[in-house]
């Protein structure tokens, strides 16, 4: 976290320990509101679309509590989707009698654009789910224009995007999703413990809601009657840490200061730098696929567990990521591996840091 994430988090928490917790929101009422905007203006949508949630997670889950699934509804999912995500896909299925359709990758890798519009024309699926970035990939699939197929027949569509929020631009509207769900931190670079959800207006006019309401997104008006609250806070619960949500409009200012552009190119520069490098380096193989690459880097390395590798460099002061294979069992099953070494350079990194790490994991394998 930047040093105003930080500040603004541990602010907040002293003032709850100070004054307690309502009077500490209530003082900060005018904070909170600037962080509704300041993270609307991040993806190009107005204050009143975003709702706060504990995580990418709750989000995601509250937006698949507001489809009314019958049994015979269709889910149109992609094979790269994130493994929570999927998981959720087949309880709904073993619920509630739902189908979910994973269409095919195509051949230079990500969801097969051709397939996923038949399978809209075709299947009519009351949802569309897509990860905009997979958690287990470098691949940045295309959802701009998935959102279009979505649109043209009507068909609800929830993008995750808590991989590409802060490594891209990203603009909700472009993208034509109905609900974007997202985390504060990963390279928003905000607090743990906190994300959102961005609601459309076409979610609203439908009358949309969470399965499970509370006193903060609805009112009891009687003994046999509730009313959602009219945006999309009727998503939103009561219990919440505000300092959270302050930390995550400070990460989002910070990341429009540096400008979500100049974040991509130095990102994708050294991520591109580096399977240069790993492609080159004997017993690894760079395992991202796809037209578009973003910042993450996965590889499997010969003879080494993930979890391994990922022990052995923070040994180093170098921190990355293991994946295994229940983190993407279609992925890497269809990649031959267990498993990956996730690499996650950023705009703060620099062209030392990738030496470093290189010859790191090369020290590791040769021993």
Known sequence: ??????????????????????????????????????????????????????????????ALSAIPFTRGDVIATTRNDYVSNQIQYLSLARRLGVEVVHVPDAPEGGVDLTAMEETIHRRRPKLVAVTHVPTNSGLVQDVTTIGAMCRAREVTYLVDGCQSLGQMPVDVERIGCDFFSATARKYLRGPRGAGFLCVSDRVLDKGLEPLFPDL??????????????????????????????????????YALSVGLEDIQGRARALAQSLRAELREMTGTRVLDRGLELGATVTVHVDGHRPSELVAELRTRGINTSAQTRLDAVMDFDAKEVEGALRVSPHYFNDDEDIARFLDALAEIVDR
């Open 1 to 62: 976290m930047p040093t105003p994430v930080l500040d603004a988090v541990r602010d907040h928490l002293e003032l709850e320990g100070r004054i307690g917790g309502y009077e500490a929101e209530a003082e900060r009422q005018a904070e909170i509101q600037a962080a509704y905007e300041a993270v609307a203006e991040l993806i190009g949508t107005s204050s009143d679309r975003i709702a706060f949630m504990e995580h990418a997670t709750a989000g995601f889950v509250a």
């Open 216 to 253: 903060r997104g609805a009112d009891m008006v009687a003994a046999d009657l509730y009313q959602p609250a009219p945006d999309a806070r009727r998503f939103e619960t009561w219990e919440f840490f505000w300092g959270l949500v302050l930390g995550t409009g400070a990460a989002a200012r």
